[in-house]
């Protein structure tokens, strides 16, 4: 197996790395010296590594270099000063409610991609995974974590809210209840209770991190592409269809699938 870091990168900028390996696309957060802190030009590097998907990519895999997978927003983004080339928190909050919905929506795109139902995507998650980095976790299909990973949202305990896509799916995943005891108190969950309540999928040792990555994947191509696009699309519709309403559903999906086996597909 070819090594994740040694492959040509399709993107690598502003701490976001993309390479393709025949149906596999890694995405990794590359700034380890700053535990993959993140900042609107990682954002916009994250969106743009779901635009440059090549069309025969079935499997992303997101991952952050060192020991932390995201710690989450860098703080610089609160200071007066803010990034370079970046108007800062505080001076977004003096614009329009228009002009400030407008930013945060742009922000998010860097979320909202890893669902596509084209694609599945598992976030490979070691140490720290705070806040934005808890999110972005929470932004893909399927979570691998290490036995030291810590996930917690600690928006509110700055007096913020989570507000990029995280809490739909935290819901979701460990009920309302459990996702406001998250969130309200931005304590840390880790490895054995994120396995319990669903955070994640599977949780290994850091040694084996990338190796069970690379199993779930395999496993994942291992069906054949277009049944995994319909099936993904019936489960992402299931929470808001009526039980008849996915019968129906699961119904025409599935004489789309005869259809096409059988070579009479429009």
Known sequence: MTSLDSLDSVLDKDGVRLTVEDAVATVTLSNPAKRNAQSPALW??????GRSLPGTVRVVVLRGEGKSFSAGLDRQAFTPEGFDGEPSFLDLARGSDAELDAVIAEYQEAFTWWRRNDIVSIAAVQGHAIGAGFQLALACDLRIAAQDVQFAMRETSLGLVPDLTGTHPLVSLVGYARALEICATGRFVQAEEAERIGLANLVVPAGELDA????????????????????KALLHGAQERTYEEQRTAERAA?????????GLAD
């Open 254 to 262: 599935q004489a789309r699938r005869l259809r096409d086996l059988a």
């Open 212 to 231: 069970s990555v690379r199993d779930l994947a395999a496993a994942l191509l291992a069906a054949p592409r277009d049944a995994v696009i319909e099936t």
């Open 44 to 49: 916009r590097a994250l969106a743009e590594a």
